[in-house]
C-alpha cells in the first residue's frame, strides 16, 4: 500500500469524490485508509451508565484505498506514487514531478 498515515489523499471515486482529507488510519490487510470527514456515517448508541450518554454521533469510516490518490499540496492535484532506492534506502516519489516524499 503506497498511503501511508498522515498523507493528504483526495478522494477520486464514491460518494465523497472530490474530497481533500488527511489519513488518519490505515488498514494493509483490508486495503482499507480512515480519512477525516470521508465517508461519514450515523452511530446511534445506547447509554452506558452515568459518564457515557446515548445519543447519535457522526463517525467517519474506512475506505478502500483504491478510492483515494496521494494530494500534491503544491500543485493542488492528485498524483500517482512509485517506489524508488536511494542510498540503500526504498523511498516514495511522485510520478508527476519525480520529487521524493519525505
Known sequence: MRIKTND???VIAGKD???VG???KTFPKKDRVLVENVNMVTKHTKPQGPTKPGGIEKKANPIHVSN???YD?????GT????RFENGKKV???KSDNETIK
Open 92 to 94: 516514495r516519489f511522485k
Open 8 to 10: 493528504m489523499v483526495k
Open 22 to 24: 488527511k489519513v488518519l
Open 68 to 70: 483515494v490518490m496521494y
Open 80 to 83: 500517482k506514487l512509485g517506489y
Open 17 to 19: 469524490k472530490g474530497k
Open 73 to 77: 499540496q503544491k500543485s493542488g492535484k
